[in-house]
């Protein structure tokens, strides 16, 4: 079966929205998708985004996909990629596409002189810690992530 990983396109606004919901059902967090696919047309595909994306194709069909952002660590003094999503329809699971995938990315950080390539798991997702360890990934237990979000975030910025 022939695999493909290639950068997507606006087109792939509705199907990259299918896989944030599937990925979210997962993640048992269906209710905080807000986003539409004007939302993704606009974040991942209008001039002076930010972000990147792939699509994982397998035979022609689209089986997952990645989101990644370039960030910056201050100790390295070097850019570092951020893996927002990285997710394989669970059928397609096994068959190396999650790992073509996160190499896909890896070959870029390294091509573009990143210091690191960096992620968050849910603490109870036992496969994709697995998966992640598998590859050599650590645990940076010793960071706790914070958010401000929504109505929190306006008030904190209207302060």
Not at 106 to 121: D, H, Q
Request: aromatic fraction near 12%.
């Amino acid at each position: 079966m022939s695999l493909i990983i290639r950068p997507a396109v606006r087109s792939d606004a509705t199907q990259i929205l299918t896989f944030i919901t599937e990925l979210a059902d997962y993640e048992r967090a269906r209710h905080e998708v807000v986003a539409s696919v004007a939302d993704i047309e606009h974040s991942l595909f209008d001039e002076g985004s930010t972000v990147h994306s792939l699509v994982c194709e397998r035979d022609g069909v689209a089986i997952g996909f990645a989101v990644y952002f370039y960030s910056y660590s201050t100790w390295l003094g070097r850019n570092g990629i951020y893996l927002e999503d990285l997710y394989v329809t669970p059928q397609q699971r096994g068959d190396g596409a999650g790992r073509s995938l996160l190499r896909h990315i890896a070959r870029e950080a390294v091509a573009n002189g990143c210091g690191r390539l960096e992620w968050s798991v849910l603490d109870w997702n036992e496969p994709a810690i697995g998966f992640y360890q598998s590859l050599g990934a650590e645990a940076q237990d010793e960071w706790v992530r914070y958010r401000l979000d929504g109505e929190r975030l306006r008030q904190f910025a209207e302060g």
